[in-house]
């Protein structure tokens, strides 16, 4: 066993997120350091949110994958996706395949639905010329921020309309299935409605959280992806375009009040403000891996330039389907 890695309470980015874990030596491998910091992680974890392990030696995925399955969880599948993405093996996949230009929000994974994982794992295996980077909050921290008025009306929850099609992922890639049968079966068991359209296509609605209480650490989050999924996170351009030839109950992805009123632009403006606010950026090296409580910590990706190769693996499945069963 090579020497035990370095632990400093410092982050690159000159915040307290995310703790940095360095290697004393590049001959020192991921799974060497793990043997060290596995008793230690759950407390990093709800200490901080979110770990940056750097100067590791990550010879490929099999090392990554590794790392990540140690933790005493199967890594999960992309269940329900809402963005495009390559499964490479074993519950490892690619990062969001947007175009390099398109700026991803913050967001923790799944927060649209009911089920989501409480680890997520990122490693950086090429890191990008120019940008690139992936951008994290405490979540805690957003809710502390976020105007009352908006925790209010966030507390009963919001509901997320998706409209499956051309411009949109296919229905068959979100649920994994070509059958029909096999859809309605997810939905009823997620609690999602369903409406089959003319053509073959799918309309589906479901309530869920605006805001939860973290099963470990009783605080309150910020937990919901309302500005991610609300029109008015598309260019103005497309957006009138689509609203203009599809109708706005039509367009691919919205979010409503969880009593199906609108959200206005204004709300979601102030939403995506305490969020920047709050961001934390950090420069990616080849070699890195970002491991975070999903639920305390969100992330994005900032636009970049050049080759950028970043993976991804989830773990520790948690649902809430009893939620707001009395709204559904």
Not at 1 to 30: H, I, K, N
Not at 34 to 39: F, G, S, V, Y
Not at 105 to 119: D, I, N
Request: glycine share 8%.
């Amino acid at each position: 066993m090579s020497t035990s890695p370095c632990l400093e309470r410092r982050a690159p980015a000159g915040s307290s997120l995310p703790l940095l874990v360095e290697a004393r030596s590049r001959r020192e491998s991921l799974s060497e350091g793990l043997a060290l910091l596995r008793p230690r992680v759950q407390q990093m974890l709800d200490d901080v949110g979110g770990i940056l392990l750097r100067g590791f030696a990550v010879p490929g995925v099999d090392e990554f994958r590794e790392f990540a399955t140690a933790f005493g969880q199967p890594l999960l599948s992309y269940e329900l996706g809402s963005t495009p993405r390559t499964a490479i093996a074993g519950g490892v996949y690619t990062s969001t395949e947007y175009p390099a230009h398109q700026h991803i929000p913050l967001h923790s994974e799944q927060a649209y639905t009911r089920e989501w994982p409480m680890k997520i794992w990122f490693h950086c295996v090429t890191a990008a010329a120019v940008g690139g980077e992936t951008p994290i909050a405490d979540n805690r921290a957003i809710y502390a921020r976020m105007p009352p008025a908006i925790r209010e009306r966030f507390a009963a929850g919001v509901r997320y309309v998706r409209n499956f099609g051309d411009f949109d992922v296919p229905w068959q890639q979100v649920f994994n299935t070509e059958r029909r049968e096999d859809v309605e079966a997810q939905c009823r068991r997620a609690r999602i409605g369903w409406q089959w359209q003319s053509g073959g296509e799918l309309r589906t609605q479901q309530l869920c959280q605006g805001m939860e209480r973290h099963p470990r650490t009783g605080e309150s989050v910020w937990f919901n992806q309302a500005h991610l999924f609300h029109s008015s996170n598309l260019q103005p351009e497309v957006r009138e375009s689509l609203i203009d030839a599809l109708g706005i109950e039509n367009i691919p992805r919205d979010v409503l009040f969880a009593d199906g009123t609108a959200i206005p632009d204004a709300l979601l403006d102030d939403i995506r403000g305490v969020l920047a606010e709050q961001s934390v950026v950090f420069p990616w090296q080849a070699g890195d891996v970002l491991m975070l409580d999903n639920m305390r910590v969100s992330h994005g990706r900032a636009p970049f330039k050049g080759p950028r190769k970043v993976i991804v693996a989830m773990a520790e499945p948690h649902d809430n389907l009893s939620w707001g069963v009395r709204h559904s």
